[in-house]
Structure formats: C-alpha cells, structure tokens
C-alpha cells in the first residue's frame, strides 16, 4: 500500500524558501510518476512540478526557475524547493504518484505554504 505524507509548510515572507517534504511509503519513489499540485483559495488544483519515472522533470509555467523537485532514494523522499516565494504561490500543496504499479493514482493529505508581503 503507497502513503504519501507531505509536510514542510508554513509561513514565509515573499521572496523567501521553504522546503516541502513527500516521504513515500511502500515502492520506492521512482517507480511512480511523482508529482506535486497547489490549490489555492476560491481555485482549481494547479500542477507545480513532476518527476518522471526515468527522471526527467517538469515545472508549471509560473514556478519554472524558483522551485526544483527532487529525489533522495534512500529516504525515498521527494523534495520541492521553493525560492523567491511570492504571495501567488500561497496554497496547499500536495505530493501525488501515478503510474507503476499503481491502479489509481495516491494523493498526500496537503501542506499549507503561505506567503506573506
């Protein structure tokens, strides 16, 4: 069975870091599509960054060049680097694998990154 638990958020003032954590639990992560999704208030779920399985990697358009994702297989923890934080990037973030051997995609329960000004 895969768990993800997400953690790493809180209160950051705008234009400082912050690292989230997704420690997987079961396969290690590079077996999965890994990827991590914001929603923020009054808004749909948004796609920050993937890491696919063969390691290539992807950002959405409004983080390209301040997050990074991330790896470390023997904490079989995926990370998101967050730099130059601006108050749009206030949300819940949440870690999310798909792919493998996974019937249905799994979904961390969410950590609060807020940005103030």
């Known amino acids: 069975q895969v768990q993800l638990v997400d953690t790493g958020g809180g209160l950051v003032q705008a234009g400082g870091s912050l690292r989230l954590s997704c420690a997987v639990s079961?396969?290690?992560?590079?077996?999965?599509?890994m990827r991590w999704y914001r929603q923020a208030p009054g808004k749909g779920r948004e796609f920050v960054a993937a890491?696919?399985?063969?390691?290539?990697?992807d950002y959405g358009d409004s983080v390209k060049g301040r997050f990074t994702i991330s790896g470390d297989n023997v904490k079989n923890t995926v990370y998101l680097q967050m730099n130059s934080l601006k108050p749009e990037d206030t949300a819940i973030y949440y870690c999310?694998?798909?792919?493998?051997?996974?019937?249905?995609?799994?979904w961390g329960q969410g950590t609060q990154v807020t940005v103030s000004s």
């Open positions: 079961g396969r290690i992560f590079s077996s999965y599509d």
């Open positions: 890491i696919r399985i063969g390691g290539s990697r």
């Open positions: 999310y694998a798909a792919g493998g051997s996974l019937s249905i995609p799994r």
